[in-house]
């Protein structure tokens, strides 16, 4: 039964701190997204990578966060430094597109980790 | 990409099926049309996503009229383990600018 997995699974922190929060793919999926969820917000796309190479990070605020792919098993997602209004929970997702053009049919997504900081 | 509207929350009963509007007026025509379920707790899971007409899986079915401003999934025979949040998403060729909105809140009570 192939899933994503993400980890920590929950995270407490203090503003300031670094966190890395990782994701495992499903295995030959090329795509990966990253999103985060709040009550307020709701579901944020902040990143979406395909064949490793970052495709969109519009999302994401720039000054504090980046999200690498050191490779095809390993997705990551840093904070640095971290602020309590980062507190969500972090969801990765993956999928398969088939050609330049191709559709994602389905994401499939992890556990998530909650991240708490404060 | 296309902006999604659809109702805040929905109850039913048991066995009822329910059937949840999406409307998406500003659909471009290289989009699809995704839904997906999240529970509490747990990341969001596919439903079923469809271009044109009809579409139906082991789950749900997909309604999509000639015009494409909208679309409804329908859920037959709801149990209480359906209480969940309903997205509706619409995305280009590629769908990666994925915009989750605020979903429809699904209460099944017994």
């Known amino acids: 039964d192939a899933r994503v997995t993400q980890t920590p699974r929950h995270k407490v922190t203090e503003m300031g701190q670094e966190v890395t929060m990782r994701c495992q793919p499903i295995?030959?999926?090329?795509?990966v997204f990253w999103y985060r969820q709040t009550m307020m917000q709701g579901l944020e796309l902040l990143a979406y990578f395909r064949n490793r190479a970052p495709l969109d990070d519009s999302g994401m605020p720039k000054d504090r966060f980046s999200a690498e792919m050191p490779d095809a098993t390993l997705a990551t997602l840093k904070i640095q430094p971290s602020e309590p209004r980062d507190s969500a929970v972090y969801f990765c997702a993956s999928g398969l597109v088939f050609g330049a053009g191709g559709v994602v049919n389905e994401q499939f997504f992890g556990p998530g980790t909650r991240l708490t900081v404060l | 990409l296309a902006k999604t509207t659809q109702p805040i929350s929905m109850d039913s009963y048991e066995g009822q099926e329910v059937n949840i509007t999406c409307s998406h007026n500003?659909?471009?025509?290289?989009?699809?049309i995704t839904w997906y379920q999240q529970f509490p707790s747990q990341g969001p899971r596919f439903i079923i996503q469809?271009?044109?007409t009809k579409v139906t899986n082991e789950v749900a079915s997909l309604f999509i009229p000639a015009d494409r401003k909208s679309s409804t999934l329908s859920l037959p025979r709801v149990s209480l383990s359906d209480t969940a949040v309903y997205y509706c998403?619409?995305?280009?060729?590629?769908?990666?600018?994925?915009?989750f909105g605020a979903g429809t809140r699904l209460f099944v009570k017994a």
């Open positions: 998403l619409v995305g280009p060729t590629g769908g990666f600018k994925t915009i």
């Open positions: 500003n659909i471009a025509t290289n989009d699809y």
């Open positions: 295995l030959g999926h090329n795509t």
């Open positions: 469809g271009y044109k």
